[in-house]
């Protein structure tokens, strides 16, 4: 999380993009920046088993991340940014989402929505879908969230690879079989590895751009990204809501 927003405050200085795909050391709830945290998860389960919570900069809802991939997306330029406001920046880079999981022949749409309920509820992320999300089989693979301002836009979301659904269930106080009806993961839907899908992201984004990566590592050394660090590891910030 402190990688991504320091990249989110680098866009703010130069016009320039990032793409990031990363993964989780041990399994890890996040939820959204605006949730309070006594409904979003289940801390003393969570803290007693010896995994990890985080409050995102993002809005959305929570997430396990455990065997996954993660993406995520910050750019001030103008493909993703020039006259886009989040609802169409949110189309447009599940587009290209899509397309990577189309091109490992897995047939991937995007959803037309759920209930407004629901998003107003406290269910996990990966119990319903929004609008732009994408789904495979009439299940969610994919739970995206955004932050947006006049400037810069961070998008991450995770694909998981497989779930532990009991965990996710008791980490966010949910009936598991709620979450098994609603979403799905890679290895239940192919045969294809992390990596094949790895590589068909980084080849749909560079398409979309017109472009290829120049590799880049932020050092977390940086002192901004050791403040971040800080910011994301405190209670003030955690149990902020």
């Known amino acids: 999380m402190a990688i991504d927003e320091y990249l989110f ?3 703010h200085r130069h016009k320039q993009g990032f793409f990031r ?5 041990k399994p890890s709830f996040s939820f959204g920046v605006s949730q309070k945290i006594s409904r979003a998860i289940a801390v003393d389960y969570i803290t007693g088993q010896g995994y990890a919570y985080v409050r995102r900069l993002t809005g959305g809802k929570t997430v396990l ?5 993660t993406y995520a997306v910050v750019s001030s330029e ?9 609802y169409q920046s949110y189309m447009l880079i599940s587009r290209v989402l899509v397309n990577a999981f189309n091109k490992l022949g897995i047939d991937a749409y995007l959803s037309t929505g759920s ?7 406290h269910n996990p992320c990966f119990s319903f879908p929004t609008t732009h999300e994408i789904e495979i089989g009439g299940k969610k693979i994919v739970g995206s969230a955004q932050k947006r301002d006049r400037q810069a836009l961070l998008q991450h979301g995770s694909i998981p690879i497989s779930m532990d659904y009991d965990l996710y269930a008791r980490g966010t106080q949910t009936a598991g079989d709620i979450l098994k009806s609603k979403m799905t993961t890679l290895s239940d839907v192919c045969r294809h590895t992390p990596e094949q899908l790895s590589s068909a992201l980084i080849q749909g ?4 751009i017109g472009s290829p990566f120049e590799a880049q590592c932020p050092s977390f050394e940086d002192p901004e990204v050791s403040s971040l660090e800080e910011k994301y590891s405190s209670h003030s910030w955690n149990f902020s809501r």
């Open 9 to 11: 405050n680098l866009c």
């Open 21 to 25: 795909l990363y993964s989780w050391d």
């Open 65 to 69: 991340h455990h065997h996954e991939i």
């Open 78 to 86: 103008d493909i993703f940014f020039k006259e886009h406001d989040l």
């Open 115 to 121: 209930p407004a309920h629901l998003s107003r509820s």
């Open 205 to 208: 984004f560079q398409e979309f």
